[in-house]
């Protein structure tokens, strides 16, 4: 994979404070709407905040990024800040000209991620990000940009061939033991899957493959940790993590299943969930998120904290 932009390499020499753009980003609503490079976790983001309306956000001038192709792809990551949202369902969006391409449901300090491949017509385009929907109180929601994208697939790469590679797999995990010699099932921690928390573990079949049962729960970071440091992650390669399990029992109004990443505790993705519920996470790893995450925790937010869940896959995959 080839980084056209990476938003970091931007803002590495930016100083922190007011954010007056780029050749490539530009703040909509300006100077009503304020742009600000902070400092969270020791990486440069960009928040915007003091928005003057829904439509306040980031312009993207493709024209200023040299040699666009058909097929490049346009990543952005980042998280919902400060602000109540009410009435009816918003959304991040990604618009040009023609309209919205593409949006991502939010509530209150949750993530989004939005990918959208280049059409030939839009390479000289202006895109624009906002939000989206209906409720008096949207523009006062800030949002975090942790990632600007834009990628091409390697020319080396076979065309047409799969070129993902599975980085680790749950099923796969010769570590993860689910029978005791006395007959017993229990849980240690393994090279890639670790303990958070006090919750009980046990290890299961389900199938031919190994499953993983977690319960006993009191606090909401009882859970399990993705390993990520130990997965020899490569910078400048892009993964995706998978997570399905399902709910066991009863679930408190309120409860979703959540993926945090560690250091942190930022959500990158997470789910509503109800009795019995099966449920998928998934979030691709920034550039960022590869230099500086340890690890990716599965656990719930607080309303959830005594809810058991079963962990029937974890994959991790290089795109």
Excluded at 48 to 71: F, V
Excluded at 140 to 160: K, N, Q, V
């Amino acid at each position: 994979m080839l980084i056209l932009f990476d938003s970091q390499e931007m803002l590495e020499n930016a100083k922190l404070g007011e954010f007056n753009g780029s050749g490539f980003i530009s703040v909509i609503r300006a100077p009503h709407t304020m742009a600000k490079v902070e400092l969270v976790e020791d990486v440069k983001t960009l928040l915007l905040t003091e928005r003057a309306d829904r439509s306040s956000g980031i312009y993207m001038h493709l024209r200023e990024i040299p040699n666009l192709q058909e097929g490049d792809r346009l990543t952005i990551t980042g998280r919902v800040g400060d602000g109540v949202i009410v009435g009816s369902s918003w959304s991040i969006a990604l618009l040009a000209s023609g309209g919205v391409q593409l949006s991502h449901s939010i509530a209150p300090d949750s993530v989004f991620a939005l990918s959208h491949l280049l059409e030939a017509s839009e390479l000289d385009k202006t895109f624009l990000m906002h939000t989206i929907g209906w409720g008096v109180q949207a523009p006062l929601m800030d949002f975090y940009i942790d990632s600007i994208l834009i990628t091409r697939r390697d020319i080396a790469e076979d065309e047409g061939a799969d070129t993902r590679t599975t980085v680790y797999s749950l099923v796969d995990d010769p570590n993860l033991q689910w029978m005791n010699a006395d007959g017993s099932s229990s849980f240690e921690n393994t090279l890639y899957v670790l303990r958070s928390g006090e919750p009980s573990l046990s290890v299961f079949k389900r199938g031919s493959s190994n499953a993983i049962f977690v319960t006993n729960r009191a606090k909401d970071f009882d859970g399990i940790d993705i390993n990520l440091a130990r997965l020899d992650l490569r910078v400048g390669n892009q993964y995706k993590v998978t997570v399905s399990g399902r709910v066991d029992g009863d679930v408190p109004e309120g409860s979703e299943i959540t993926m945090q990443g560690i250091p942190g505790y930022n959500w990158r993705s997470n789910m509503k969930i109800h009795k019995d519920m099966e449920f998928t996470l998934v979030h691709t790893l920034t550039q960022s998120e590869v230099e500086r995450l340890k690890a990716l925790r599965i656990t719930t937010n607080a309303q959830g904290a005594s809810v058991s869940f079963f962990i029937y896959s974890i994959d991790v995959v290089r795109l």
